[in-house]
């Protein structure tokens, strides 16, 4: 497990953008399946994008589909998310994942939570109307 950490959140009107980032620290960023996450007030936490670890597959929640963005920087050690066109639901704490693959695994981007191991603190973004 790696401690991940977010950044980018915050508050912004309803049309808006913003990147989120998340730094993952150590020697072997290109192996990890990567994933972002959201939980909005009171709900639960739900599936947002992810990237495959060779970063050939990436995949998108219906409602994030078309406006928001996952992609991995392996020079910088980091996951990026860019979010588009927000409205009010995107509102929420966003989370950033990994889970380690192993060089024999398969290219797969992993769309629930129980298959990463490691997890960030959170970021919040705050869409305002």
């Known amino acids: 497990q790696v401690q991940l950490v977010e950044s980018g959140g915050g508050v912004v009107e309803t049309g808006g953008s913003l990147r989120l980032a998340c730094a993952v620290p150590?020697?072997?960023?290109?192996?990890?399946?990567l994933g972002w996450f959201r939980r909005a007030p009171g709900k639960e936490r739900e599936f947002v994008a992810a990237?495959?670890?060779?970063?050939?597959?990436?995949t998108y929640a219906e409602s994030v589909s078309g406006r928001f963005t996952i992609s991995k920087d392996i020079a910088k050690n980091t996951l990026y998310l860019q979010a588009n066109s927000l409205n009010l639901e995107d509102t929420g704490v966003y989370y950033c994942?990994?889970?380690?693959?192993?060089?024999?695994?398969?290219?797969?981007?992993?769309?629930?939570?129980?298959?990463?191991?490691?997890w960030g603190q959170g970021t919040q973004v705050t869409v305002s109307s």
């Open positions: 994942a990994a889970v380690y693959r192993a060089p024999e695994t398969g290219d797969f981007a992993y769309t629930r939570s129980f298959d990463y191991n490691s």
């Open positions: 150590g020697d072997y960023f290109s192996r990890y399946a």
């Open positions: 990237v495959s670890w060779r970063g050939n597959i990436k």
